[in-house]
């Protein structure tokens, strides 16, 4: 089975980050997430796309 959403905290042990960092992430937009009735779920492949972000970012700094 291939999960389509994550939990936060599932999200967050993807990226190696806590779950506090995570919301924060969520709460900035920076992470991509979206509400199911009142749950946070975060794309599967959100993570992947959040780290490719920053590795372009942090190159062209």
Known sequence: MTLVL???EEAARRLRI??????AL???GELE???IGG?????AD???AYVTRLRT????A
């Open 57 to 60: 970012t942090q190159r062209a």
């Open 18 to 23: 806590g779950r506090t960092t995570c919301f």
């Open 46 to 48: 959100a993570p992947a």
């Open 33 to 35: 997430s979206v509400m």
């Open 39 to 43: 749950l946070r779920r975060v794309p």
């Open 6 to 8: 994550l939990k936060v």
């Open 26 to 28: 969520i709460r900035t």
